[in-house]
């Protein structure tokens, strides 16, 4: 097979192309949710981003295995080793254990990847099940004298790597740019940027979830368990590493920083980074309080997979604005397209060199760099393209298994639902209308179909005049 999927690898800031481990598989590994809240739909768009590169790269024709981490301890509201464990602040807020907060959670955030067509990863493994392969970790961290203990905690000593900023050249000001809220200075850090690896001394001392350690007991700093856990299941050597652009730093620098340290080799060659959603007031974040999800698009009346059509509408290397008025645009965008699916007729034979046509154009989009809306313009294409029907609905069916936007099945539901609770002399009414009013057209009357229009109005019907014919709904 040849090797022609590109995209944009944040390590060595240039667009690469994919070359698979020597078995020919593809390890990926994506940061999991901290579930102490529900996913926003900012969130969604980096996992949404992350389905259709797993998706991608199995229709081209790669083998892959994907990991994802449920993150449920060590997380602090801070990104910089301060302020209280975001579980425990989940835990308070709803009077529940810190293990029901993380249970309820983690099946919200399914239920809403299950709405957006996001599939469950091959492993998902919760923090809390590996603990004993993060003391682990660290206590070789400590042998090979890149940690250290302070205070009662144990710190990596970033002094110890020749370069602790891979990601880029970039100045440490752009870099702390990622991390968030109320950063405070540890003194017990040697250095500025060294980090967590385990607690044992906390301002926070009524932490929920202890474990006994080496060094007393105590709980993990949240770096650790990304490395931990993509090993455990990916081995030593991984190919792709996901997440959103604000886990570049600090959460994969020291991801890397500890990884390769741990190893003593490279680890991951390939680093995928979403850019964020913001909403008119900025970045959308789950510590702002008042953030979207999805079913709360849902109770508004808007269909989660359009959510996702205007996600990949846009590329995943650039923010993205959401507004309320560019949903309902995507809407009707949506439903005309797959309305005109709907009324595709599939007979007779596939033509099979067409096929490949468009399928080669639809892989080459997605191989150069995810190009998401060039994929969707493809569909455009076909439906106008010369081929038959037949041909249509399979090209659109297969391409469908990466877009994920029930393509084949989304026009019928919907036509069903305008037309339920339309009784059947209702409907012979309305189509024998449609016909006067077709014929009146002919006639030139325009005056009369006008008319008719309006009469149906009147009895709460609306048509319209499409591509494929009228169409028409009980308002
Ligand atoms: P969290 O649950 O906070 O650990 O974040 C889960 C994922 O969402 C991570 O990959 C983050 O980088 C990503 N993320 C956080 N905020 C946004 C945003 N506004 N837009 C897109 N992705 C985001
Ligand atoms: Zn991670």
């Known amino acids: 097979m040849e090797n022609k999927f590109r995209f944009y690898n944040t390590l060595t800031r240039k667009v690469e192309t994919v070359i698979p481990n020597e ?10 949710p901290t579930v102490y809240h529900f996913a926003h739909i900012g969130n969604l768009r980096s996992y949404i981003m992350e389905d259709v590169l797993e998706k991608s790269l199995r229709f081209v024709g790669y083998d892959v295995k994907r990991v994802m981490n449920i993150t449920d301890v060590g997380h602090l ?8 464990d975001k579980m425990l602040k989940g835990a308070k807020r709803e009077h529940k254990t810190v293990m029901e907060v993380a249970q309820f959670y983690t099946d919200a955030f399914f239920s809403d990847c299950a709405k957006l067509n996001i599939k469950t990863p091959d492993v998902v493994e919760p923090a809390t099940n590996c603990i004993d392969s993060f003391i682990h970790m660290i206590e070789v961290l400590i042998e090979k004298d890149y940690a250290y203990l302070a205070g009662g905690n144990v ?12 990601f880029s050249s970039q100045s440490e000001k752009e870099l702390l ?12 850090k040697k250095n500025k940027n060294d980090f967590v690896l385990w607690f044992t001394k906390s301002k926070f001392e009524d932490q929920a979830l202890k474990w006994d350690s080496p060094w007393g007991v105590g709980y993990p700093g949240w770096h650790i368990e990304c490395s931990c856990i993509s090993m455990k299941h990916l081995g030593e050597y991984m190919d792709i590493h996901c997440g959103g652009v604000d886990n570049i730093f600090p ?10 340290s741990y190893l003593g080799h490279k680890w991951c060659n390939y680093w995928f980074h979403v850019h964020h959603l913001n909403d008119q007031s900025g970045k959308m974040s789950k510590s702002k309080g008042d953030f979207l999800t999805v079913s709360l698009l849902q109770e508004k009346g808007y269909d989660p997979i359009v959510y996702r059509m205007f996600c990949l509408q846009s590329h995943y290397r650039k ?8 949903l309902d645009n995507m809407t009707s965008t949506y439903q005309k397209l797959v309305k005109r699916i709907a009324a595709l007729k599939p007979e007779g034979e596939i033509e099979q060199d067409k096929y490949d046509e468009y399928r080669t154009k639809f892989e080459d989009a997605l191989c150069n760099d995810l190009n998401t809306s060039m994929a969707l313009t493809i569909i455009y294409d076909l439906l106008k393209a010369d081929m038959n029907d037949a041909t249509k609905v399979k090209a659109i069916g297969d391409f469908d298994a990466v877009l994920s936007l029930n393509l084949l099945t989304a026009g019928k539901a919907l036509a069903e639902e305008e037309t339920a609770g339309v009784d059947a002399e209702l409907e012979a009414f309305v189509l024998a209308k449609i016909e006067e009013r077709k014929a009146a057209k002919k006639a030139k009357d325009f005056a009369k179909a006008d008319a008719i229009r309006d009469e149906l109005k ?14 028409w709904k009980k308002l």
């Open 177 to 188: 740019v990622g991390v968030r809220d109320d950063v405070q200075e540890d003194e017990n």
């Open 23 to 32: 078995e020919g598989k593809i390890a990926m590994y994506t940061c999991g």
């Open 251 to 260: 959460h994969h620098t020291n991801e890397i920083a500890q990884s390769e």
């Open 458 to 471: 009147e009895k709460g019907i609306e048509i319209k005049d499409t591509r494929e014919g009228v169409v």
């Open 319 to 326: 923010p993205l604005e959401f507004s309320y008025e560019v």
């Open 155 to 166: 710190y990596f000593d970033t002094s110890k790597l020749k370069d602790y900023y891979v």
């Open 77 to 84: 509201s801070s990104d910089a080793d301060t302020g209280e």
